[in-house]
Every structure is written in C-alpha cells, then in structure tokens.
Nanobody, 121 residues
Framework: QVQLVESGGGLAQPGGSLRLSCTASGSAVSINTLNWYRQAPGKQRELVASITRPGSTKYGPSVEGRFTIFRGGDNKAGYLQMYSLKPEDTGLYSC???????????????WGQGPQVPVSS
C-alpha cells in the first residue's frame, strides 16, 4: 500500500508564505500526477494545484500567481509553495497522487491527515 505523508503546515500571517510537502513512502516509488486540495471550514474540498509527470501545471483561479506546485528531483515528493497568503487560504490541505511502484501505478491520498493552514493576523 502506498502512503503519502504531508508536512509543512502551520499558522501563517496574511502576506506570508509556507511550503507544504507530500512524500510517497516506500522504496521504488515515483509520483506520477500530483494534486493538492484544500477544504476550508464549512466548504467543499477544492482542487488547488496539479502537476503532471512531464511538469505541466494547473492552478485554481483563487491561487493562480501566488502558489507554485513542483516536484522533487527524485519524483518521490511534491511541494506546494504558497506566497502572499490570504485569510481565505485557510483550510485543511491534502495531496492526492498516482504513484508508481515499480511499473504499477496506484492511487494514494492523504485525506484527513492535514496539514492545517490557518492564515490569520
């Protein structure tokens, strides 16, 4: 079973920045497509950013120009760099990915594991 482990959340001030990471556990793993989601209190989960294996990226309109998604050189981790944070960026951030284990691809996600990103002064 492939697991995704997140880190990097925490309290941020408006205008500040944070970097989240999402790492696939295990040996011989390689992240294919990676998606970052967030769920604000009382709202539905929304797609924030995605990146394909070749590196094509897409962003939600509310974060375009402020967030950057990228992957590590070994393709075992992906990252979400967040700049110019706003209070409306507050939420529970999760990652979801297709992960290669050898030649086989498996879906994996970190639903409910965090990290929480409260943005408040």
């Amino acid at each position: 079973q492939v697991q995704l482990v997140e880190s990097g959340g925490g309290l941020a001030q408006p205008g500040g920045s944070l970097r989240l990471s999402c790492t696939a556990s295990g040996s011989a793993v390689s992240i294919n497509t990676l998606n970052w989601y967030r769920q604000a209190p009382g709202k539905q989960r929304e797609l924030v950013a995605s990146i394909t294996r070749p590196g094509s990226t897409k962003y939600g309109p509310s974060v375009e120009g402020r967030f950057t998604i990228f992957r590590g050189g070994d393709n075992k981790a992906g990252y979400l760099q967040m700049y110019s944070l706003k209070p409306e960026d507050t939420g529970l951030y999760s990652c979801k990915a297709d992960v290669f284990v050898g030649r086989d691809s498996y879906p994996a996600d970190s639903w409910g594991q965090g990290p929480q990103v409260p943005v408040s002064s």
